[in-house]
Antibody, heavy 122, light 110 residues
Framework: QLELQESGPGLLRPSETLSLTCSVSGDSVGSNYFWDWIRQAPGQAPEWIGKVYYIGRTYYNPSLQSRVTMSVDMSKNQFSLTLRSVTAADTAVYFC???????????????WGPGTLVTVSS | QSALTQPASVSGSPGQSITISCTGT?????????VSWYQQHPGKAPKLLIY???KRPSGISARFSGSKSGYTASLTISGLQADDEATYFCYSSAGGNTYVFGTGTKVTVL
């Protein structure tokens, strides 16, 4: 059974860089999964941030693309999210999740981490 | 990004059936029915209920079913139970290898 767990700082100041890691157990990050990041601001719908494949292929939400980088670390069986120049609007619970993609179609995220709250405040 | 619009709230009594709609503008909704549905209880991660319009992952109750008409996908919950009280989100491709969640529907069991 695939299990995911997010980790990272819970509090950031405006203009800082958010770095989150998702640790994967039950399978290799080099397996046939795309790895997603999704966030959910308080009381709002989830927002898809992007996805990354172990060879470095990435797809990002156009609204965040200029500030986002995702990568995979096979040696640690982890993948990560970097979000630059954060503001209060980036305050949210951040989830990591897994999807499978084949022939141009990606399944919806099925396995999710429990989420980690990130607050941006001065 | 393309939007998926849902009603803010739906309610029903135990044992009844309710239907939640999700209206989009992309071919993923209108042509291919590649809409998924999630259930989210407070403080928890979303749980996948339906994918590819009407398919259920292993372990999901048959009380949850999905359908489509035109550019509107629907989730029906039959035999409403107290534990069904949660927020439900649809999810689909927004085109160009990007994805979007619906606005969310809070289900209240009366």
């Amino acid at each position: 059974q695939l299990e995911l767990q997010e980790s990272g700082p819970g509090l950031l100041r405006p203009s800082e860089t958010l770095s989150l890691t998702c640790s994967v157990s039950g399978d290799s990050v080099g397996s046939n999964y795309f790895w997603d990041w999704i966030r959910q601001a308080p009381g709002q719908a989830p927002e898809w941030i992007g996805k990354v494949y172990y060879i470095g292929r990435t797809y990002y939400n156009p609204s965040l693309q200029s500030r986002v980088t995702m990568s995979v670390d096979m040696s640690k069986n982890q993948f990560s999210l970097t979000l630059r120049s954060v503001t209060a609007a980036d305050t949210a619970v951040y989830f990591c999740a897994s999807t499978r993609c084949n022939a141009g179609y990606c399944s919806p995220p099925e396995h999710w981490g429990p989420g980690t709250l990130v607050t941006v405040s001065s | 990004q393309s939007a998926l619009t849902q009603p803010a709230s739906v309610s029903g009594s135990p044992g009844q059936s309710i239907t939640i709609s999700c209206t989009g503008t992309t071919s993923s909704v209108g042509t291919y029915n590649l809409v998924s549905w999630y259930q989210q209880h407070p403080g928890k991660a979303p749980k996948l209920l339906i994918y590819e319009g009407s398919k259920r992952p292993s372990g999901i109750s048959a009380r949850f079913s999905g359908s489509k008409s035109g550019y509107t996908a629907s989730l029906t919950i039959s035999g409403l139970q107290a534990d069904d009280e949660a927020t439900y989100f649809c999810y689909s491709s927004a085109g160009g290898n990007t994805y979007v969640f619906g606005t969310g529907t809070k289900v209240t069991v009366l």
